[in-house]
C-alpha cells in the first residue's frame, strides 16, 4: 500500500511537473530594458519585460501561477549565437497565472528581485569578465534549469561594459566622412577624435598603436541590430598616450585612406543597393561591435542606384516586429501629415502623424496607454527603427502583395492540407516581404504562420 501510494505521488508530480514545462515553455519574453548600474550590488535599475502568449490557446500555470525568469548576459543581442556565450546571473519569480491567447504581461522588477536578477554575479564577481554584454531575460524551460532559448527570450536593447575592456575608456567621436564614389578610395576626406572617458590618464601597451575598424550600418542610431553593421575595413591609429578627459584627433590620409573600405573595394557585394552611415570604433578584444563606443557619420551614403520615390498617400501598409515576427498594425497614409493605424493583435487604434518620403520616413504619435512611438527609416529598405517609451526595435513594413508571383511555389489552402514544405516557404516569404527573423517563426506553429502569411497575401 505505501509502495503504491509512493508510485502514485511520484507519477503526480511528474505530471504537474511535465504540464507545467509544457505550459512555460510556450511563452515569449519580449520588450526587455534596463539601465546598467555598475556602482551598485544589484547591477541594474528600472528593469522591466514582459511576458507574452503567442499561441491560439491559453496557457495556464498549475499551482500558484507562478514561473521562473532566467537572466543572463550574452556577448551580442542576436539570437544565433553559440549558448555557451550566455552567463547565468541571477533570476527571479513571477506571476502569471492564465495568459489568454495573445495575451502580455508587464513586468517592473522591484523590491529584492532587484538584486535577485543578479544574485549569483554579485556572489561571484569573477562570474562575468571585463567585456561588452547584454542583458537578456527567458522564462525558464522547465525541463532544465541551464535550457537557453534564445527565439523565446529578450535582449536588452543597449549593451553595457564589466570593468576595463577598452571600450569603457576610449570612445571614438566626431566622425566626418565624404563619399568618394568615382575613385578606388570610397571616402575623402574622413575625420575623428579619440577620446579618454577614464579619470586617468591612458597609455596604449607598445607598440603605441590600436585598430580602427569602419562599417556601413543603414542606420545611425546605436540601438540597431547588431546584424546591420558590415565591416568594410580598418586602419591602425597611432595613440601611445591620452591624459584623462583629452581627446585626440585623426585626419585619414595616405594609404589608410583606401583602408578603411579595403573589404569593401575587394568584393563590391559586401554591400547591397541601398542608404547606407559610416560607423567607426576602437577593435575590442573579441572584436565586438560596441555602438555606444563608437561614432556614426552624420551623413549617409548610397550604394548603386537610390531607390525610386513610392507614393504614400492613400497606400495601406503592413508592420511586423522583426523579432515578435506578429502581424502589429495596419497603417494608412492619409493627406497632411496624419496616418490612420489600426492593431491586428490588440485594440489599439488612432492617427500617428507623418513626414518625409518613402525613403527617408518618419512617423510617430500616441500608442496604447500613455505611450508614444517614433518610427524612422526607408520603405525601399523595408525597415522601420522605433522606439516606444523604454523599448526599442525593428519593424518591417510592406505593403498585401502575389504571393504566388513572388514564390510559385506557395499554395494557398486549407490549414488541414499544409505540410512542412508550406510552412517553410511561408517563412521564406514572411521574411523576404517583411524581414521578420527565421528562426522565431519557425518557432510557431501551422495555424500562427498561416495566419500571418495570409494577412500579406492577395
Known amino acids: 500500500m505505501r509502495k503504491y501510494f509512493l508510485l502514485s505521488l511520484l507519477a503526480a508530480v511528474l505530471f504537474a511537473f511535465n504540464s507545467n514545462a509544457q505550459n512555460s515553455d510556450g511563452l515569449v519574453t519580449k520588450g526587455l530594458s534596463a539601465t546598467y548600474a555598475p556602482a551598485t550590488n544589484q547591477k541594474w535599475t528600472s528593469v522591466s519585460f514582459s511576458i507574452q502568449n503567442p499561441s491560439a490557446n491559453p496557457i495556464v500555470i498549475p499551482g500558484n501561477g507562478f514561473v521562473s525568469i532566467d537572466v543572463y548576459v550574452a556577448p551580442s543581442n542576436s539570437p544565433d549565437q553559440y549558448l555557451s556565450n550566455f552567463i547565468k546571473v541571477g ?15 508587464n513586468f517592473t522588477v522591484a523590491g529584492t528581485d532587484v538584486s535577485n536578477i543578479a544574485r549569483e554575479w554579485s556572489a561571484n564577481a569573477s562570474k562575468v569578465k ?23 527570450g529578450a535582449f536588452a536593447p543597449i549593451g553595457f561594459v564589466v570593468g576595463n575592456a577598452g571600450v569603457s575608456v576610449l570612445k571614438v567621436e566626431n566622425l566626418t566622412a565624404v563619399r568618394a564614389p568615382a575613385t578606388n578610395q570610397a571616402f575623402a576626406p574622413v575625420s575623428f577624435s579619440i577620446k579618454n572617458l577614464s579619470s586617468s590618464n591612458y597609455t596604449t601597451p607598445a607598440p603605441g598603436f590600436v585598430s580602427i575598424d569602419f562599417y556601413a550600418a543603414p542606420s545611425n542610431t546605436t540601438n540597431q541590430p547588431l546584424t546591420n553593421f558590415v565591416k568594410i ?3 591602425p591609429g597611432n595613440l601611445p598616450a591620452v591624459n584623462k578627459g583629452a581627446s585626440q584627433n585623426f585626419n585619414v590620409t595616405g594609404k589608410d585612406i583606401f583602408n578603411i573600405a579595403r573589404e569593401w573595394l575587394a568584393n563590391s557585394s559586401k554591400l547591397k543597393d541601398g542608404s547606407y552611415y559610416l560607423y567607426v570604433q576602437i577593435r575590442t578584444p573579441d572584436g565586438q561591435i560596441v555602438p555606444t563606443s563608437g561614432a556614426f557619420s552624420s551623413a549617409g551614403f548610397n550604394v548603386g ?7 504614400l498617400i492613400g497606400t495601406k501598409w503592413y508592420l511586423v516586429e522583426t523579432k515578435m515576427a506578429a502581424i502589429l498594425m495596419t497603417l494608412t497614409f492619409e493627406a497632411g501629415g496624419k496616418a490612420s493605424y489600426k492593431q491586428t493583435n490588440g485594440t489599439n487604434t488612432g492617427v500617428f502623424t507623418w ?4 525613403n527617408n520616413l518618419t512617423i510617430e504619435g500616441p500608442f496604447g496607454s500613455g505611450t508614444t512611438i517614433k518610427m524612422a527609416g526607408s520603405i525601399a529598405t523595408g525597415k522601420l527603427s522605433y522606439t516606444a517609451g523604454a523599448q526599442t526595435g525593428e519593424y518591417g513594413i510592406s505593403k498585401k502583395t502575389n504571393c ?14 499544409w505540410t512542412a514544405g508550406d510552412k517553410d516557404t511561408a517563412i521564406w516569404l514572411l ?17 500562427e504562420i498561416k495566419a500571418l502569411i495570409d494577412q500579406l497575401c492577395l
Open 404 to 417: 504566388k508571383a513572388c514564390n510559385t511555389n506557395y499554395v494557398s489552402k486549407p490549414l488541414a492540407q
Open 233 to 235: 575595413g580598418d586602419m
Open 355 to 358: 513626414s518625409g518620403t518613402s
Open 305 to 311: 542606384a537610390a531607390a525610386p520615390e513610392v507614393p
Open 431 to 447: 521574411n523576404a516581404l517583411t524581414g521578420a527573423e527565421v528562426r522565431p517563426l519557425q518557432d510557431r506553429n501551422f495555424a
Open 130 to 152: 571585463d567585456g561588452f554584454y547584454f542583458l537578456y531575460v527567458q522564462v525558464r524551460q522547465s525541463q532544465s534549469n541551464s535550457l537557453i532559448a534564445p527565439a523565446k
Open 91 to 105: 533570476d527571479m519569480p513571477a506571476k502569471v497565472g492564465t495568459l489568454n491567447p495573445g495575451g502580455n504581461l
